[in-house]
């Protein structure tokens, strides 16, 4: 049996000290198979952005362990784990991050850039993913030409561009009106169907999370609940109520180290959305 994409154990996050000491994470473990939606819902300071920014190596655990494909990350150097994240993961924001004075395919094509992909190579490629996201005619304007649902077309195709092997969506949806959500939504389960991507989204919305197959529900910096298949679809249907059904606690301790600090980050795109703040 392949290892898990993604697992956790015992993870930790701590964010200042003393009287200003808050615990984001309070000790998680859990896997993520290959293929999976998985949507990690809970009310604002829950730790689910905070959990996602470590998922996504764009943040180091107090302590703990994040391991891909049975590997911990700490194990590997900090230029092995940029180059990692930008091969390995693709990001899709609430926010966008378009840069707003660079042409759509200039932005879609941005980590094929970071990763050394010639000229010519990163134009064909950009193309190619834009008109699968009937999104090539508008491959020559400028980001802030496009409308909110266009935008966030635009970042799925920069977050696919490199084939990656997860989906990171933060709040995918959150500034679209509901039928553009839809359209979204659609577009990003459909990927995870036809190219058997694991979808990883954090998310408030219910609708969506009951679309995913697996359900983490965070509070104060646990998960209280871990819900799949029909449980977590009627789960997420359900406003404000979280089905107990299938649940566990998740903690304890496993079979990784803990791990040492990662170094800087290098500029990978969504990279800079770590400081943004956590849900």
Same mark, same amino acid.
């Given at each position: 049996m392949s290892a898990p994409v993604l697992e956790t154990e015992n993870l930790v996050k701590v964010y200042g000290r003393g009287e200003s000491r808050f615990d984001a994470l309070k000790g998680l473990t859990f896997e993520i198979e290959q293929g999976e939606s998985v949507a990690?819902?809970?009310?604002?300071?829950?730790?689910?952005?905070? @959990?996602? #920014? @470590?998922?996504?190596?764009?943040?180091?655990?107090?302590?703990?362990?994040?391991?891909?494909?049975? +590997?911990?990350?700490?194990?590997?150097?900090?230029?092995?784990?940029?180059? @990692? $994240?930008?091969?390995?993961?693709?990001?899709?924001?609430?926010?966008?991050?378009l840069n707003a004075n660079q042409t759509v395919l200039e932005n879609v094509i941005l980590p094929l850039k970071i990763a050394g992909v010639p000229a010519a190579e990163r134009k064909r490629r950009g193309l190619e993913m834009l008109?699968? @996201?009937?999104?090539? =005619?508008?491959?020559?304007?400028?980001?802030? =030409?496009?409308?909110?649902?266009?935008?966030? +077309?635009?970042?799925?195709? $920069?977050?696919?561009?490199?084939?990656?092997?997860?989906?990171?969506?933060?709040?995918?949806?959150?500034?679209l009106d509901t039928a553009t959500s839809e359209v979204v939504e659609d577009i990003l389960f459909g990927l995870h169907r036809e190219r058997g991507i694991t979808l990883v989204v954090v998310t408030h919305d219910d609708d969506l999370a009951a679309r995913c197959d697996r359900r983490l529900l965070m509070?104060?910096?646990?998960?209280?609940?871990?819900? +799949?298949?029909?449980?977590?679809?009627?789960?997420?249907?359900?406003?404000?109520?979280?089905? +107990?059904?299938?649940? $566990?606690?998740?903690?304890? #301790?496993?079979?990784? &180290? &803990?791990?040492?600090?990662?170094?800087? $980050? &290098?500029? =990978?795109?969504?990279?800079?959305?770590?400081?943004?703040?956590?849900?």
């Open positions: 990690i819902v809970g009310k604002s300071g829950s730790g689910k952005s905070t @959990l996602m #920014h @470590l998922l996504a190596l764009l943040d180091d655990p107090t302590s703990g362990v994040v391991a891909m494909q049975g +590997r911990p990350v700490s194990q590997l150097k900090a230029s092995q784990v940029s180059a @990692l $994240r930008n091969e390995t993961f693709g990001f899709v924001f609430q926010q966008f991050f008109e699968q @996201l009937e999104m090539a =005619d508008k491959a020559k304007n400028k980001a802030t =030409d496009l409308s909110g649902g266009q935008k966030q +077309r635009a970042c799925i195709a $920069r977050a696919l561009v490199n084939s990656p092997t997860v989906l990171f969506a933060d709040e995918p949806t959150g500034n509070q104060d910096g646990l998960i209280v609940a871990d819900e +799949r298949g029909e449980t977590a679809k009627a789960a997420g249907a359900g406003v404000g109520q979280a089905s +107990r059904e299938g649940s $566990r606690q998740v903690g304890g #301790h496993g079979k990784h &180290a &803990a791990p040492t600090p990662v170094d800087a $980050r &290098a500029a =990978d795109v969504g990279a800079e959305a770590a400081g943004e703040g956590n849900a």
